[in-house]
Structures are given as structure tokens and as C-alpha cells.
């Protein structure tokens, strides 16, 4: 069984996607897609713009989202289609990725929507009042404890669950920072603050996730081909219905990326494709379900391969 998953925030870099639209029609055309949809050329700044503008939350999660279908795009050229995946999963934006190519969102509205969803996530708490930090070396309960004690009267959660050994913690600035320290007296490896514009997925996003409620309120949401694995369930969904109310709950919920990988190595799936930019998710699915077989595919040369094999 096979898994189609997609990456999220932090893989983004100038120039990606560029070589895949430049070898398939397809792939340039979701490019073409976004820019119209956004009414703006995103796809200049995603190949030759400034890095620190790409990195802007607003502009790296749509960017994101259109490199990852122009991947996906590529493949279908290839004859390769959401036929062939039992099911998809996304990190974080990536789950609005994974709902695009199984069909549930048009690319134009996800494109929309993911601008939406990365300003008001930027907007939602002042520059500097918020913090996220990469705790490496201890599992999900033991950081979910320190952040507990470590937030006082202030927010601290444990926010991405990312594999056995690597978990995100988020919330305000002096509370992360207190939690990164006390994880290092307890035996984290590392405990690396993150250069990050907002504390994602912690209940300081609330503001995003009323934003989120409204837009998604007004779009229409198809069925998708394939179940799609939900961040905050880490289960399958394939309810129009349920896909919105978990995508509001996503802004504010831990991405449970480690359980989510469990279940679909549970269910049986051994091969997971990760598509789009980087290979950061491959990383994490090794650590996870041990003897995974994982394929990045980002440039022409993924896509050649994987129709030769």
C-alpha cells in the first residue's frame, strides 16, 4: 500500500518547483493557477525572490501548496494519478495539499485559502510576543509535561508531534524558552529555538482559526478520491463536513504527524511518496515506521524515476 504525503512550512527555498515547470505544462500551469488566483505573480518570488520574503508566512504556505502540485501535476503527466495512493497526509499546510490532489479543494481556492490561513496566522499575535521551539531527544508525554509545567499563567503547548524523538512546542516567548531549558535538564538532546514569525498550532492562533471558520464556510469541499489523514485526529476523513470543522481545528491543534504515519503503517502502507519541496517528512517516516520504503519527488529527475521503476 502506498501513501501520498505532502510537506509543510520550513521546506520552502528560492527556486523550487522551477525545473518541474519548466519540463511539464501541467506543472507550470498550477503556477499560472495560483498567480490568477492570488492576483499576483507568486510564482516570481518562489523563483528568483528575496529567501527572507519567501519565508513570510503568508507567502510560504501557498508557495508551498504550488510546488507540491506541480509535482503532483507532473506525475499525472506521467500517467501516475490518485489512483495509485490508498491514502494521503499532509504536514500542517501540507494537509490542504493533500485535500487538493485527492479533490476535495480546487487549486484556486486552496491557493486562497492558504493565503488567508498565513497571514491571519501571522497577524494573530504580535512579532516577538510568541515563540516555537524543536525539543529532540524526548518523546511526545515527557515535552507535553514540561510545557505544562513550564507555562505558568502563560501558553506553552506541546504543538507538532513530529516522530518519536522530535517534538514542537509553541506558545509565548518566555514560556517556550522556559520549557526549552527545563527539557535540557531532563535529558533533551537539543532544544533549538525556532526562527519562526508566530507560535503555530497553540491557542494563541485562535484569531486564525476564526478567520479559518469563516472562509472555509464559504467554499466548497468535494468528497476526495482518497481518505485524507487528519492532522489533529491523525485518522482518515473523507466527510466534506468533518474535513472543514478539522481544518479549523487544525490552526489551534497539534499536528499529530507521528501517529498519523503509525496508523497508515498499521494500515499497511510501506511505501510513502512525499511530494513536493524537500525531504524532511522522509526523514521523520524512517524514524517512525522502520523499514519504510519513502521517495521524494520535487525536480523532473523524481518524477523520471519513479515512472522508470
Sequence with gaps: MRAFVFPGQGAQAVGMGRELAEAYPAAMDVFREVDEAL????????????????????????????????AFRALESEGINIAQADYVAGHSLGEYSALCAAGALSLADTARLLRLRGQAMQDAVPVGVGAMAAILGLDFAS??????????????????????????????????????????????????????????????????????????????????????????????VIEPGAIRRLLVEQVTGSVRWRESI????????????????????????????????????????????????
Design 143 to 236: 515535552v507535553e509535561e514540561i510545557a505544562r509545567e513550564a507555562a505558568g499563567d502563560e501558553v506553552c503547548q506541546a504543538a507538532n508531534d513530529n516522530d518519536p524523538a522530535q517534538v514542537v512546542i509553541s506558545g509565548h516567548k518566555d514560556a517556550v524558552q522556559r520549557a526549552a531549558d527545563m527539557a535540557k535538564e531532563r535529558g533533551a538532546k537539543r532544544a533549538l529555538m525556532l526562527p519562526v514569525s508566530a507560535p503555530f498550532h497553540c491557542v494563541l492562533m485562535q484569531p486564525a482559526a476564526a478567520a479559518m471558520s469563516d472562509a472555509l464556510a464559504g467554499i466548497e469541499i468535494q468528497p476526495p478520491a482518497v481518505p485524507v489523514i487528519a492532522n489533529v485526529r491523525a485518522e482518515p
Design 39 to 70: 492576483g499576483e505573480k507568486l510564482s516570481a518570488l518562489i523563483w528568483e525572490g528575496d529567501a527572507d520574503d519567501l519565508t513570510l508566512t503568508r507567502n510560504a504556505q501557498p508557495a508551498l501548496m504550488a510546488t507540491s502540485m506541480a
Design 262 to 309: 503509525q496508523f497508515l503503517a498499521e494500515a499497511g502502507v510501506t511505501e510513502f511518496w512525499e511530494i513536493g519541496a524537500g525531504k524532511a517528512l522522509s526523514g521523520m517516516i524512517k524514524r517512525i515506521a522502520k523499514g519504510a520504503e519513502t521517495r521524494a519527488i520535487g525536480a523532473p529527475a523524481d518524477v523520471t524515476a519513479i515512472k522508470g521503476a
